[in-house]
T-cell receptor, first 116, second 110 residues
Framework: NAGVTQTPKFQVLKTGQSMTLQCAQD?????MSWYRQDPGMGLRLIHY???????DQGEVPNGYNVSRSTTEDFPLRLLSAAPSQTSVYFC???????????????FGSGTRLTVV | DAKTTQPTSMDCAEGRAANLPCNHS???????VYWYRQIHSQGPQYIIH???NNETNEMASLIITEDRKSSTLILPHATLRDTAVYYC???????????FGSGTRLLVRP
């Protein structure tokens, strides 16, 4: 099925460990982004990419790295996990917005990360 | 992007219309109003968007005031499955970023 696929669905890390959250989409969307959602809160934008080779910071980028080597994939890396990064992480993609051609975003089902 | 204000929570009876308001008094001429919802802990789901005119699709209707400073999302016949957090977001037509606020938690009562 077409859409945004996130792996893993659940992960427990120890403080200081590193890991990569995977995100892949098969809709040929130019735009991809990562959000985190803490309990009872709205989503906050971490990083986003407007195309292969182009990334930029969102609202809460500290502690996270991203890269975009292909249109399909947009991995999120935690270099040294901290308990404050315990959250649910969502990846989203969209077609390139342009005047008169605005589309909604497609979100993945999320990765639930616990840092102990 | 303009800021939005929504009530923290609302409820309605199953089968009745749910009307969710959103204030966006600082909206500019090229900013669209988007609505998303998040059911339980799933990823947000796109509902509808609009610029000036009222919009309707299979999920909902969007009513935007003439001055564009507020809007209302209407679920015409709410069901229990519509219980969710609903987010109203304002976004420029050339902007990639989608910035979420706190949303409205809608509870549909049996």
């Amino acid at each position: 099925n077409a859409g945004v696929t996130q792996t893993p669905k659940f992960q427990v890390l120890k403080t200081g460990q590193s890991m990569t959250l995977q995100c892949a989409q098969d809709m040929n969307h130019e735009y991809m982004s990562w959000y985190r959602q803490d309990p009872g809160m709205g989503l906050r934008l971490i990083h986003y990419s407007v195309g292969a080779g182009i990334t930029d910071q969102g609202e809460v980028p500290n502690g996270y790295n991203v890269s975009r080597s292909t249109t399909e994939d947009f991995p999120l890396r935690l270099l040294s996990a901290a308990p404050s990064q315990t959250s649910v992480y969502f990846c989203a993609s969209s077609q390139t917005p342009s005047t008169g051609n605005i589309y909604g975003y497609t979100f993945g089902s999320g990765t639930r990360l616990t840092v102990v | 992007d303009a800021k939005t204000t929504q009530p923290t929570s609302m409820d309605c009876a199953e089968g009745r219309a749910a009307n969710l308001p959103c204030n966006h008094s600082t909206i500019s001429g090229n900013e669209y109003v988007y609505w998303y919802r998040q059911i339980h802990s799933q990823g947000p789901q796109y509902i509808i968007h609009g610029l000036k005119n009222n919009e309707t699709n299979e999920m909902a209707s969007l009513i935007i005031t003439e001055d564009r400073k507020s809007s209302t999302l209407i679920l015409p016949h709410a069901t229990l499955r519509d219980t969710a957090v609903y987010y109203c977001i304002v976004r420029m037509d050339s902007s990639y970023k989608l910035i979420f606020g706190s949303g409205t938690r809608l509870l549909v009562r049996p």
